[in-house]
């Protein structure tokens, strides 16, 4: 059985940083994409960043791009996700999940973290 769990959310000021990590344990190479997801209160969640381990590929929605960077470390099964340049807006939970590939919609996913809070509030 696939795990995945999240770390490294907390409270943080406009403008700061933080670095996410997901664990996962249970590895099987078919699910060998990871996404990141957030989702805020009382909206849908969303793709934020997605990469795959057969080429590296990563992905990243328009709301990030140029702040948030996906990066993987298969030795330690670890995907990371730093979040730079944070606003209020970025506020939400954030989950991990493990795919059969790489792509930004949730239903593609099958294994899923527990989520971890991030808050953007001076």
């Known amino acids: 059985q696939l795990q995945l769990v999240e770390s490294g959310g907390g409270l943080v000021q406009p403008g700061g940083s933080l670095r996410l990590s997901c664990v996962f344990s249970?590895?099987?190479?078919?699910?060998?994409?990871i996404g990141w997801f957030r989702q805020a209160p009382g909206k849908e969640r969303e793709g934020v960043s997605c990469?795959?381990?057969?080429?590296?590929?990563?992905y990243y929605a328009d709301s990030v791009r140029g702040r948030f960077t996906i990066s993987r470390d298969n030795a330690k099964n670890t995907v990371y996700l730093q979040m730079d340049k944070l606003k209020p807006e970025d506020t939400a939970i954030y989950y991990c999940?493990?795919?059969?590939?790489?792509?930004?919609?949730?239903?593609?996913?099958?294994?899923w973290g527990q989520g971890t809070q991030v808050t953007v509030s001076s």
């Open positions: 249970g590895f099987t190479l078919d699910y060998s994409a």
């Open positions: 999940a493990a795919g059969l590939r790489a792509a930004m919609f949730p239903d593609l996913y099958d294994y």
């Open positions: 990469i795959s381990s057969s080429d590296g590929s990563t």
